[in-house]
């Protein structure tokens, strides 16, 4: 006790000399000064970024009312060119409006459903548009559907001007939504505001299956894994997949990582070691909806190539057959480091299915199948009905540029961006030394897409 009062003596000493005292005095002040500043830039730093907030939301109702005003002249346009000019308008606001949305602070499932709702008027509007440049009349459902947006649309820039109003009245605060998330939207916005959002995350499922893309989608009106059959399995069930798809001989250990939900599908996962060693880990998801092969993965190296393209896609087709997926056709590959990842895609009646793709990854010392990746095919494969062409090939010919030179055709489906499907003509071709893939809708005879290949020392891919 002696020693500390003897201490406190000292420094009470110290502090006499005016040495000591200044040092001290300067600490404090630069510590003063410095959470001055510090708050002085905090605060404008929350003004900058709530600027930028009330910015954003501004700039999304102005781009919400465009996208009703130009849905409303949709609806009585009489002309293709007038019609394509103004549904090309309504695609770029609501595209600028979703841009503008994903710059507010806030995530919930009703600004999710808004987002939704813009992304689809963009892509529905996009998709007329299409036809009034072809000059096709738009049809009574297009107008329907045209219709039905356009209601949402009213009641969407509804809410967001009493949005506003909260806004001006003091009620939102950008800050501390940032904070606080759905917490402080629930709390900050008007009764009104909310019922508004409430309607629309009810009514959303109302129109959530627009088709954009015609005669060949009436299939595809909403986003059901149409591929994902059969019925729920338990995490046992699932595992003796995983084993089956190893095979047992070669399953040393399997361990379970449980089921997995917050993917596109819901997935049991798997870690297994598969030889003496226990070196190489095999990951494996097993789809809880029918027991499907979702994904599988193993790394390990591949010091030589001792078996061809041809050898290696032979034990793919061989590993499909045997695993579930029969008429599997090779497409496109590409090889790096000993191993090929080689694109399959289903074929019925002879017509490539694009969409139902399966990807094998396959180890070029021995052939061992060394990953898998199903999601294309488990989105998209059913056996599909009506896929007759409407013209011949010949008449698709005709839309061919005359330069290229034809070394293959015939028929495929292809996938659109909007989850949609379209019969085509494949030729495949070339102009000079560039070959080229050209699908011609058969349909309609339009010309849909072009891709060129790339032959590479590594594999062929396509642009």
């Known amino acids: 006790m002696g020693k500390i009062k003897e201490k406190i003596y000292d420094w009470k000493e110290r502090l006499k000399d005016r040495h000591m005292l200044t ?20 605060n404008e730093y929350r003004q900058v970024m709530e600027n930028q907030y009330n910015m954003a939301f501004f700039e999304l109702v102005d781009y919400v009312q465009n996208v009703e005003n130009f849905l409303a002249k949709s609806l009585i346009s009489t002309t293709p060119e007038h019609g394509a000019e103004t549904l090309t308008n309504v695609w770029r606001e609501a595209n600028l409006a979703s841009s503008y949305l994903a710059q507010l602070p806030i995530s919930t499932n009703e600004l999710a459903n808004t987002s939704k709702f813009l992304n689809q008027v963009s892509e529905y509007s996009y998709s007329l548009s299409r036809k009034n440049i072809y000059n096709e009349p738009l049809t009574q459902e297009d107008l329907d559907n045209l219709k039905q947006l356009h209601d949402y649309s009213v009641e969407l820039e509804n809410t967001l001007n009493q949005l506003s109003s909260d806004m001006a009245e003091g009620r939102i ?6 904070k606080k998330g759905r917490i402080a939207f629930a709390t900050q916005v008007s009764n009104i505001s909310q019922d ?13 299956g627009l088709i954009y893309d015609g005669a060949f989608s009436e299939h595809i009106t909403t986003e059901e894994k149409v591929g994902l059959t059969g019925e729920y399995v338990s995490e046992e069930q699932a595992k003796q997949v995983a084993i089956d798809l190893i095979g047992e001989e070669k399953t040393k250990q399997i361990d379970s990582n449980g089921l997995i939900e917050n993917g596109e599908i819901a997935v049991y996962d798997f870690y297994c070691k598969s030889d003496n060693d226990n070196q190489n880990v095999v990951h494996i998801s097993i789809s809880q909806k029918g027991g499907h092969v979702v994904l599988m993965n193993t790394d390990r190296n591949v010091e030589v190539e001792t078996i061809s393209y041809e050898d290696a896609n032979k034990k793919g087709i061989e590993f499909l057959e045997k695993h579930g997926f029969p008429n599997m056709k090779e497409t496109y590959y590409l090889k790096q480091d000993g191993i090929i990842t080689i694109n399959y895609a289903y074929k019925q009646n002879n017509i490539i299915m694009y969409p139902d793709l399966v990807k094998l990854k396959i180890a070029l010392d021995n052939g061992e199948i060394l990953g898998m990746e199903t999601t294309g095919y488990l989105n998209s494969h059913h056996e599909r009905d009506k896929i007759t062409p409407a013209i011949n090939i010949e008449d698709a010919k005709k839309t061919l540029n005359n330069d290229l030179e034809i070394l293959s055709e015939g028929l495929a489906v292809i996938p659109t961006e909007w989850r949609t499907e379209i019969l085509c003509y494949e030729f495949k071709g070339k102009v000079g030394d560039t070959e080229f893939l050209v699908y011609i809708n058969a349909e309609n005879g339009r010309e849909e897409n072009i891709l060129v290949i790339i032959d590479t020392p590594n594999g062929i891919l396509t642009m």
């Open 173 to 178: 605060s950008w800050g501390e939504l940032t």
């Open 23 to 42: 040092l001290v005095v300067s600490f404090i002040a630069i510590i003063v000064i410095m959470g001055v500043f510090i708050y002085k830039k905090q």
């Open 196 to 208: 508004s959002f409430k309607n629309i995350e009810e009514n959303f499922q109302e129109y959530a």
